[in-house]
């Protein structure tokens, strides 16, 4: 998605996940392609169960390996790292190509010293001493912003705070200096301020280490001035792609454009009511014939619920979306006109600003 010559850091191509459950084949990821370069930042954007952890998680070969199958091509400094003999692939996962989880207590070890947690991948990827690897340990808590780190390196888990401990999983994605660090919801269980800051460690260290970084969020405004490119993936597709700036400029795609009005605006009064996007997510199991997000779109006409849409673009910009009927379109704005003066959508939902479906999606 960049226009520079040099080889991207990563290259997914083609990338399907499905899990077998007992409800069938869930698609939970379904045709997502592309590429980052080293430096850069690529957001990954939509709502819970849009497939953002699979994608994480198929690239990181960090699927459940009896009830999942995955194709397509991951090539990390266009090497394709899918088909690896294991001992090679040691190497890669958590080394080269590492990541933040959402939830550090379920990632760190509550029985171990921070200092040994982070060190223990030294050793045995770097085959550093004992010495030099605490050493490093320290370093690396000096870089994620922890004080006193001389103290915390022989401090376990539960004496951190959740600020903390996020910075510690940071510190133990970075030891081996990774080429790619993905960043999947890294703030979700802290607070505003402390989020904040952690995005900001995380981008600074982006620069510093010239990584590739995947950041993963359910929220369009995190994205914002934080990443170069976004993707919006809903029910396993990307529905929208463009470089950051473009797409806030102009969002194309309607699930975009309800995602971006589900973002609480600090200027609103507390009472106004957030605005949520209607009807529930699709079943991934049983995912309609159309455009998946169809049902719950206020621009859909009946094309859009017998047709699937492919991601492409009207113009020679690395914008692209899978949307007949796009937003800020003659098409799409006649179309969204058409529903509003009907007072609902192509499949019949009451048009956004109706009361909510029940368990309806908010975001
Ligand atoms: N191990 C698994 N076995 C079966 N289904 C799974 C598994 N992991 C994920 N899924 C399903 O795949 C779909 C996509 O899930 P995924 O975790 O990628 O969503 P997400 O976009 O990360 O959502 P969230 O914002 O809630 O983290 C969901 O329907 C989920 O239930
Ligand atoms: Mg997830």
């Known amino acids: 998605m960049s226009h520079s010559p040099e080889t ?39 709502e819970s169960g849009s497939g953002k952890s699979a994608t994480a998680r198929s690239i990181m070969n960090l699927l459940p390996p009896g009830s999942s199958q995955s194709t397509g091509r991951v090539l990390l400094d266009g090497r394709d790292v899918r088909n690896l003999p294991r001992a090679e692939s040691r190497h890669i996962w958590g080394v080269e190509a590492s990541m933040v989880f959402q939830n550090p207590m379920t990632s760190l ?24 690897a605490m050493r490093r340990a320290r370093e690396l808590l000096e870089q994620v912003g922890i004080a006193e780190p001389d103290q915390r390196l022989r401090e376990y888990p539960h004496q951190l705070s959740g600020g903390m401990r996020q910075r510690v999983m940071i510190a133990i994605a970075l030891a081996c200096e990774p080429k790619l660090l993905i960043a999947d919801e890294p703030t979700t269980a802290l607070d505003v301020t402390v989020q904040k800051q952690i995005l900001d460690l ?55 454009k309800a995602l971006f009005e589900s973002i609480p605006k600090v200027a609103h009064p507390s009472h106004t009511r957030l605005q949520i996007i ?86």
């Open 278 to 363: 209607q009807g529930r997510p699709p079943d991934l199991a049983y995912l309609p014939p159309g455009c998946a997000f169809a049902p719950r779109c206020t621009h859909a006409q009946p094309q859009c619920l017998g047709e699937s849409p492919s991601l492409s673009g009207s113009d020679a910009s690395e914008h692209r979306y899978a949307c007949f009927y796009p937003a800020g379109t003659a098409e799409g704005e006649s179309a969204l006109a058409g529903n509003r003066a009907a007072g609902q959508t192509a499949a019949g939902l009451a048009l956004v600003n109706g009361p909510a479906t029940a368990g309806g999606g908010a975001v």
């Open 109 to 132: 070890n509550p029985v171990m010293q921070v200092g040994r947690q982070i060190s223990e991948g030294l050793r045995y990827h770097r085959r550093l001493p004992r010495e030099a």
């Open 8 to 46: 991207p850091t990563l290259v997914v191509d083609d990338l399907r996940t499905s899990f077998t459950t007992a409800r069938g084949e869930l698609k939970a990821v379904d045709g997502v392609s592309f590429s980052i370069h080293s430096g850069r930042t690529l957001g990954v954007v939509g």
């Open 202 to 256: 995380l981008d600074r260290l982006r620069r510093q280490h010239r990584m590739a970084m995947i950041l993963i969020t359910h929220d369009l405004s995190v994205v914002a001035g934080r990443t170069d490119d976004v993707i919006v993936m809903y029910a396993g597709r990307v529905v929208e792609r463009a470089p950051t700036l473009q797409l806030f400029t102009a969002m194309r795609h309607p699930y975009t």
